[in-house]
């Protein structure tokens, strides 16, 4: 049986053009009644947030380091993966000419006409190119002042036709990217205590879901009354960003919301669902948010990889005892993210869908 088609709405009756041409049309002074919200009952606007150190990962001693530094490497990482859920890598090999590259050709992308972008405007979840604004309008009351683009880049790569060079130019940043993933996970399975490969051979990653999502936040009148993207995890394993140099950025750790500034040349790095899930709750995703500002437009360009859409995951059953019992049903990957993209972002309560006990 061909699985279900889970579709979504990316335009909503009140978000027929993109949250840039609102911003850019005219002299805009205050934001439209449905992008606010301090008038919904059900969303909050953003909570106050402090400033802390991010945990940083050093991820040439990693791959490259004596046996003692590797070690600290690994534990550095198992702190950041159970403390923070999120960490900084520096020190990672990728050009700054790609990276400024990448931001050149999603910029490039959002600012193409909006009958170009529309030709991507996507149905299904799944679908291997989608753009469109806020999240999923079919479900929302109150809409993000965000515009997106999603592409399918693993294990089959795809790409819009414009700009002329974003095909060439995401195909070698992404490929970049999982090699710096799967070194990454190498670690976090050995800070977990289990063999290097496992989390790469358990979610089956060398054919696993690899996605482009470039963000762009346009400059906002009413930065105090809008919401870029709300507090939410990712679905997959890890989550890999970059962005130009506007903050917007915030975790949530031990009950408060910390603004991300990141070291130049860096890369940040959370944690998902289904890393929260294989490590049988050791781990957790990370609840993170991005806000907006009256100055500058905010771009960044997370790359999400997960395993493969029909492995189905559990915990590793090596984390699993009589005083670690399992908490976590297993389910496909394609089950979940399709879940999740068709529903609202509704912090972490998609991981409800396979919890078996409150850890």
Known sequence: MAPPTILVDAFSPHTKGSIKEIAESGNLSSIPGHYNFSQ????????????????TIEFNLLVNGTPDQ??????????????????MVVNHGVEERL?????????????????????????NVLDPIRCGTSFNPSVETVFY???????????????PEKPADFRDVTNEYCTRIRGLVKELLKGVSESLGLVPCYLEKASELETGLQILIANLYPRCPQPELAMGIPPHS??????VLMQNNVGGLQVKHNGKWVLVNPLPNSFLVNTGDQLEILSNGKYKSVLHRA????????ISIAIANGPSLGKAVAPA???????????????TYREYVEFQQSNSLDGKSCLDLVRLSNI
Not at 41 to 53: A, I, K, M, N, W
Not at 147 to 153: G, H, N
Not at 321 to 331: G, I, R, V
């Open 317 to 331: 059953p090596q984390l699993v005892d009589s005083e670690h019992t399992p908490a976590y049903c297993e389910m």
């Open 70 to 87: 590797r070690s600290q490497v690994i534990s550095d990482l198992g702190h950041a993966c159970s403390e923070w859920g999120f960490f």
């Open 99 to 123: 990276r400024e590259q990448m931001l050149e050709v999603c910029r490039d992308f959002f600012d193409l006409s909006e009958v170009e972008k529309g030709k991507y405007v996507g149905r």
């Open 145 to 159: 002042w965000r515009d997106f683009l999603k592409v399918l880049v693993h294990p089959a790569f795809y790409s």
């Open 234 to 239: 990712d679905h997959g394993l890890l989550t």
């Open 291 to 298: 806000v907006v500002n009256d100055q500058s437009a905010r």
């Open 40 to 55: 919904s009952e059900s969303q909050q606007l953003p909570d106050p947030v402090s400033t802390e150190d991010i945990p």
